[in-house]
């Protein structure tokens, strides 16, 4: 059964740092673009970040563009958000989200998401 599990979400202060990870089983992770997105309540679901599945390209949303790093271990199955200077506006729910490359395109895999909270 195809999996991704988050983790690394919880409460930290304005200009903390925290590390989400995303690790996926069930699938050949290497063929797979994965995209970070977060919802938070009375916003529109928003993606953060993006990293291909081949050379690992990566594309980031202007508001987190030079605190936000997304990188990739296919070896461990498992992909990271790197969370810097963090604001209270990036409180929300994240998820990772895995889209199929060649012969697995049209596969798409959504995790349960983990809470992120900055506090003022």
């Known amino acids: 059964q195809v999996q991704l599990v988050e983790s690394g979400g919880g409460l930290v202060q304005s200009g903390g740092s925290l590390r989400l990870s995303c690790v996926a089983s069930g699938l050949s992770f290497s063929m797979y673009a994965v995209n970070w997105y977060r919802q938070a309540p009375g916003k529109e679901r928003e993606l953060v970040a993006a990293?291909?599945?081949?050379?690992?390209?990566?594309n980031y949303a202007d508001s987190v563009k030079g605190r936000f790093t997304i990188s990739r271990d296919n070896a461990k199955n498992t992909v990271y958000l790197q969370m810097n200077s963090l604001k209270p506006e990036d409180t929300a729910v994240y998820h990772c989200n895995a889209i199929g490359d060649s012969w697995f395109v049209g596969m798409d895999y959504w995790g349960k998401g983990t809470l992120v909270t900055v506090s003022s």
């Open positions: 990293i291909t599945s081949v050379g690992g390209s990566t």
